[in-house]
T-cell receptor, first 113, second 115 residues
């Protein structure tokens, strides 16, 4: 069974630009969560989607947004990039919203110059 | 104060040693507890998933949860150089709680097992 896939794996952008990251969950999984990982803050929750609806949101500014499609694939978007947005962005999928294990993808390494 | 505290290490042990990794938490609503392993430049890999106090064993790994003390541990027996990685504890609230899909992570402990 294929795992969680994320594209692209690496991305370099400049301040002020916007970026879209993509995540394909494990087949049959309907919930997708996004996390930001930095050396200073560790892993922090961004948001979670289930059935194309955002169910939870972390403490990030409105520049961070996401969506989920009918096939459970998800995208997250960061607008007006700042240097501090440089991080590993991780997507995790689970079968349903609660009680299920979350499995992570390899992440997208975003560098903002 | 962070909701989940984890000693970042680094921890360096000889091959074959028993490793003990620990996390404490302050939010009594946490009901589900996980341990992830993350190799450099990779995504976290789920090792253990527990939801009750007590021990859960899987091969060389044992997860221990003490909800009364708000303390969880991961033990690795007969550690191998391939166990060298960052170990992250993670927790979530029970079903029906707010933000129940959200995992809250510890900072991670860097473990090196040397031959």
């Amino acid at each position: 069974k294929a795992g969680v896939t994320q594209t692209p794996r690496y991305l370099i952008k400049t301040r002020g630009q916007q970026v879209t990251l993509s995540c394909s969950p494990i087949s049959g999984h309907r919930s997708v969560s996004w996390y930001q990982q930095t050396p200073g803050q560790g892993l922090q929750f961004l948001f979670e989607y289930f059935s194309e609806t955002q169910r939870n949101k972390g403490n990030f500014p409105g520049r961070f947004s996401g969506r989920q499609f009918s096939n459970s694939r998800s995208e997250m978007n960061v607008s007006t990039l700042e240097l501090g947005d440089s991080a590993l962005y991780l997507c995790a999928s689970s079968l349903t919203l609660a009680l299920d294990e979350q499995f992570f993808g390899p992440g997208t390494r975003l560098t903002v110059l | 104060q962070k909701e989940v505290e984890q000693d970042p290490g680094p921890l360096s042990v000889p091959e074959g040693a028993i490793v003990s990794l620990n996390c404490t938490y302050s939010n009594s609503a946490f009901q589900y507890f996980m341990w992830y392993r993350q190799y450099s430049r990779k995504g976290p890999e789920l090792l253990m998933y527990t939801y009750s106090s007590g021990n859960k064993e899987d091969g060389r790994f044992t997860a221990q949860v003490d909800k009364s003390s708000k303390y969880i541990s991961l033990f690795i027996r007969d550690s191998q150089p391939s166990d060298s990685a960052t170990y992250l504890c993670a927790m979530r609230v029970g079903a029906g709680g707010t933000s129940y899909g959200k995992l809250t992570f510890g900072q991670g402990t860097i473990l090196t097992v040397h031959p």
